[in-house]
């Protein structure tokens, strides 16, 4: 009588081949969601919440200060100090969004590194000042 089934080594070959598979397809499918958040980020940084900024400097002449910060860009009401011809909000969900990372952006103006404007940026996936931040100062074609 013939029995039907998988050898023991038949299923540890195949084990050990899904093992293989997955050692290599991991590391890119886990790097490809950072780099989609920095992506999030950049967007952000670069268009959302810079064109609600550049709009606020084109009505009133001044970027919000580092004290109003970017709730100025949200609120149905003229921000203090009140700039002259405020016509905000400026933000369509009436809320400043949080970086991918769920943590606040950080926003000043004057900028350090920007002294005309402003320094917008996000502290990145570890939260803290590094060489992973999404910054509106420097580029990350790293």
Sequence with gaps: MRRSGFTLIEILLVVMIIGVLVAMVAPNILNRGD??????????IESNIGTALDLFHMDTGVYPTTEQGLAALASSKMPEPA???????????????????????????????????????????????????????ESDAK
């Design 35 to 44: 780099q989609a958040k920095k992506t999030a980020a950049r967007t952000d």
């Design 83 to 137: 700039p002259n011809n405020w016509n905000g909000p400026y933000l369509k969900k009436r809320a400043v969004p949080k970086d991918p990372w769920g943590r606040a952006y950080v926003y000043a103006s004057p900028g350090t590194h920007n002294k005309d404007s402003y320094d917008l940026s996000s502290l990145g996936p570890d939260g803290i000042e590094s060489k992973d931040d999404v910054t509106n100062w």
